[in-house]
C-alpha cells in the first residue's frame, strides 16, 4: 500500500487530485517514534500557495462529485472499509510506533474506522430527505408541499489530533464525502503517516481525483492560513481545547464543528457496584495513558466510598503493565512527546505539593509517566481542574450529591461524565443536573458506539458528531416548495 505516497529517503508526500505529490516548499518535518526516538519518516510543510492549489482542487471536484449518485459514494465507503480490514496489520505497526498506542488498540482503532465507514454508509442511504404537506400549520394549504433534500456544503477542512489519527480522521472524512462534500484533510503532525496512509486507502478505494487532498505542515504555521482560506465551507476540528477555541475566534461565518478537552468526572455514589466501578475507573482513565479526550480525568465521591474504592484502585493500579506499545498487554506506554510528560509531571509536583494524598504512582522514567493515583484533592489544586492527557487520576471527596454535581460543573469543560449507582432516581437526577453531552450510568466515559451523538458542551465543543449527526453537520436543507393550483 505504502509505495505510492512514500518516496526516498522516507519523505510522504500529500494526496492531491488523485496522486502523491511533492512539495516544492524544501521544509521537511522529521517524524520520529515516541517509542524508540527512530526516524519513522519527514513530511512536507507545504506552502501557502501549494494550499492554495490544493483547495482549489478541492472545489473543482466538488462539482461533480455532488453530482454522484449516493450509490456510487456508499459503495467507495464499503471498498475503503474492506481496505482497512484488510491492511490493518501494517497500519496498527505505523500507528503503534507513531504514536505510541499499544498494537492492540492501533489494531482496534482501524477495525473500528472500518465499521464507521460501513455504518455511515448505511446510514446516508437512510437520510433521504422528507416532504411535508402544508395544511398541518394553521391556515395552511394541502396545496403547498415542500419537498426536503440534504445538499452538500462545498469543501470541509478536517483536522485530527495525534491520538485517534485513523478514527477520528476517518470519522471526519465518511461523513463529509458521503454527504457529497469534498475534503482537504490536515492531518496531527504525529499521527501524519497513518493518517496519509488512511488517505491513500481512500485514494486506492476509488475516491475521484480531488476529492479527498491532503495538506501536511505545523498547525501554528500553516494553521490559521488554512482555517481562514475562503475555499473552506465548513471546518471540523478535533483537538485542544486552545486551538479549538483560536479557530473559532478567527472563523467569520462558516460553521464549525469543535470536538475540544475534557475532565470527565466519575461519581461514585455510596450504593454503587465498586467493583464495577474500580474496572471501569481505571480502563476509563489509564488506558492509552490517559491520552483520550474522554479519559476519566477526577473521581468525585464520599469519604465512605472513598476508602473502600481506594485499595481496589491501588491494586489494579499497580497491575498495569508499563512498558513499550508492541508488548503484550501493556497499558501505560511512553506520552506522545516530552512536552506532554513534562506538564503532566508538572501536575503531580503540584499536587504533592499542595498536600494531596500520593496512593500510588508519581514517578516518571523517559517520557513514561507511572499510572497515579492522589486521594485528597482539593480544588485549589491544578489536578482538579486542568486535564493532564496523561495517566494520572485525582479523587476529590465531597459530602453530599449536591456537592458532587457543583464541583462537576465547576469545570470548564463538560464532554461526558459516569454516575455509579444502583439506584436509577439517583443517577437520573444527577445526570439531569450535569452540565456535559454525555451522562455514562454504570459505565466509563467513552465516545462509542459510534452512532451515538457524541458532543461536548462549554469548553469542550460545539455541534455535534456521530454518524447521522456527522451528516447532518456537514449538509444543509433544500427546501423546494409546490404550490398546486
Ligand atoms: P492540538 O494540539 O490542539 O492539535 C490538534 C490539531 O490541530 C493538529 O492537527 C494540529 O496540528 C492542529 N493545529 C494546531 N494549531 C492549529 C491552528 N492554529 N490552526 C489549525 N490547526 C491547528 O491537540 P492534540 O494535542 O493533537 O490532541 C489532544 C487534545 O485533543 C486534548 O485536549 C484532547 O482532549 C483533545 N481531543 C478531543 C476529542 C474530542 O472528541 N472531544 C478527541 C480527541 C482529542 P499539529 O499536529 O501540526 O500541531
Ligand atoms: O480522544 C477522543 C476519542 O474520541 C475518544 O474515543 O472514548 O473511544 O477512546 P474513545
Given at each position: 500500500m505504502f509505495t505510492n505516497l512514500c518516496c526516498k529517503n522516507k519523505i510522504y508526500k500529500n494526496l492531491y487530485n488523485g496522486h502523491w505529490i511533492e512539495s516544492n516548499s524544501n521544509k521537511l518535518i522529521e517524524i520520529f517514534s515516541p517509542?524508540?526516538?527512530?526516524?519513522?519518516g519527514k513530511v512536507q510543510a507545504m506552502t501557502t500557495e501549494e494550499v492554495d492549489m490544493t483547495i482549489k482542487n478541492t472545489k473543482e471536484a466538488f462539482i461533480s462529485w455532488k453530482e454522484t449518485s449516493l450509490s456510487d459514494r456508499t459503495e467507495i465507503l464499503y471498498k475503503a472499509a474492506d481496505l482497512l480490514d484488510e491492511n490493518s496489520e501494517e497500519m496498527a505497526t505505523l500507528m503503534m510506533m507513531e504514536i505510541s498506542k499499544d498494537k492492540k488498540s492501533c489494531v482496534s482503532e482501524v477495525v473500528r474506522t472500518a465499521d464507521l465507514l460501513r455504518f455511515t454508509a448505511d446510514t446516508a442511504k437512510t437520510m433521504q430527505g422528507e416532504a411535508l404537506v402544508?395544511?398541518?400549520?394553521?391556515?395552511?394549504?394541502?396545496s403547498k408541499m415542500s419537498f426536503v433534500s440534504r445538499e452538500p456544503l462545498g469543501t470541509v477542512l478536517a483536522i485530527a489530533p495525534f491520538n485517534y489519527p485513523v478514527n477520528l480522521s476517518a470519522s471526519k472524512i465518511g461523513p463529509a464525502i458521503v454527504a457529497g462534500n469534498t475534503v482537504v484533510l490536515k492531518p496531527p503532525t504525529q499521527g501524519s503517516l497513518s493518517a496519509l496512509y488512511l488517505a491513500e486507502i481512500f485514494n486506492k478505494a476509488g475516491?475521484?481525483?480531488?476529492v479527498l487532498n491532503t495538506v501536511t505542515g505545523r498547525g501554528s504555521e500553516i494553521g490559521d492560513y488554512l482555517a481562514t482560506h475562503p475555499g473552506i465551507n465548513f471546518i471540523n476540528f478535533t483537538g485542544s481545547t486552545e486551538v479549538g477555541q483560536h479557530i473559532a475566534s478567527l472563523s467569520k461565518m462558516i460553521p464549525l464543528l469543535l470536538e475540544l478537552g475534557g475532565k470527565d468526572a466519575a461519581i461514585v455514589l455510596e450504593d454503587a457496584n465498586l467493583e464495577t466501578a474500580a474496572t471501569n475507573i481505571i480502563n476509563g482513565a489509564y488506558?492509552?495513558?490517559?491520552?483520550?479526550?474522554?479519559?476519566?480525568?477526577r473521581i468525585i465521591t464520599f469519604d465512605s466510598v472513598a476508602d473502600k474504592l481506594i485499595p481496589l484502585l491501588k491494586e489494579k493500579i499497580e497491575n498495569l503493565k508499563v512498558g513499550n506499545p508492541d508488548e503484550e498487554g501493556v497499558v501505560i506506554t511512553p506520552l506522545i512527546d516530552n512536552k506532554s510528560a513534562d506538564y503532566v509531571e508538572g501536575l503531580i509536583k503540584d499536587a504533592k505539593d499542595s498536600g494531596a494524598t500520593l496512593i500510588t504512582g508519581g514517578t516518571r522514567k523517559g517520557n513514561t509517566i507511572y499510572p497515579t493515583l492522589f486521594d485528597n484533592v482539593t480544588t485549589d489544586m491544578r489536578l482538579a481542574w486542568e486535564e493532564p492527557f496523561g495517566p494520572v487520576l485525582p479523587l476529590i471527596r465531597v459530602s453530599s450529591i449536591d456537592e458532587a454535581i457543583e464541583i462537576a460543573n465547576k469545570s470548564e469543560y463538560g464532554l461526558q461524565s459516569s454516575v455509579f449507582t444502583q439506584d436509577i432516581d439517583k443517577a437520573f437526577y444527577i445526570a439531569k443536573k450535569l452540565e456535559v453531552g454525555t451522562v455514562q450510568v454504570n459505565n466509563k466515559t467513552e465516545?462509542?458506539?459510534?452512532?451515538f451523538p457524541f458532543l461536548g458542551v462549554k469548553s469542550s465543543g460545539m455541534g455535534t458528531q456521530g454518524i447521522k449527526y456527522s451528516i447532518e453537520s456537514m449538509s444543509r436543507p433544500k427546501a423546494i416548495v409546490l404550490n398546486l393550483k
Open positions: 517509542v524508540d526516538g527512530s526516524l519513522l402544508g395544511d398541518s400549520f394553521p391556515g395552511g394549504s394541502k475516491l475521484p481525483a480531488g488506558s492509552y495513558s490517559g491520552q483520550r479526550c474522554t479519559a476519566v480525568k465516545r462509542g458506539p459510534d452512532h
